[in-house]
């Protein structure tokens, strides 16, 4: 697939005011996903808070594709606001209504408009894996090093076994 070949990804408005996805450049790598409430009524997010919003449309994404819900830098960096499950995976299989979580990791309440732009869909190529069980694995010059265990040189700051 050229880099200018797109994948088909279909959208249904399940209610007035809902907005389709929409790229907002040519080369953006998301799609922005609008907010839609029922009865189209603002959100608020207390500080420290959750809150499921909806946008209002199902998808249907192909097989051997995903979407992947990912904050929007401007709410995160202006506001505080982000996604909590990053990147948040949509199956190819799922056609209910598109939410996004939303998180206010700010100190003063957030209120979602509708229509409000709050998060990106970015539409990836998924692969299967083969599942094999073994009884040993081959072995690597890292071994069980585990987190940080490759980025501090041989001061060992920051590794678990020391």
Do not use: W
Not at 83 to 99: C, I, Q, S
Not at 120 to 131: E, M, T
């Amino acid at each position: 697939m050229s880099q200018r070949e797109a994948v088909e990804v279909q959208f249904k408005r399940l209610r007035p005011g809902a907005e389709v996805p929409r790229y907002q450049t040519d080369l953006a790598a998301g799609m922005d996903l609008h907010a839609c409430p029922p009865e189209g009524r603002p959100v608020e997010i207390p500080p420290g808070e959750i809150r499921l919003i909806p946008l209002g449309f199902a998808m249907a994404i192909p097989p051997g594709f995903e979407g992947q819900v990912r904050p929007r830098s401007g709410l995160a960096t202006k506001h505080a606001v982000t996604v909590p499950n990053a990147p948040g995976t949509v199956d190819a299989d799922y056609r209910g209504e598109m939410m996004v979580a939303l998180i206010n990791l700010g100190r003063a309440a957030f209120t979602v408009e509708p229509g409000m732009r709050i998060a990106q869909l970015v539409i990836a190529p998924v692969s299967h894996a083969k599942v094999v069980e073994v009884e040993s694995l081959s072995e690597t010059g890292r071994g069980a090093g585990g987190f940080g265990s490759t980025g501090f040189g041989s001061t060992g700051i920051g590794r678990a076994d020391r």
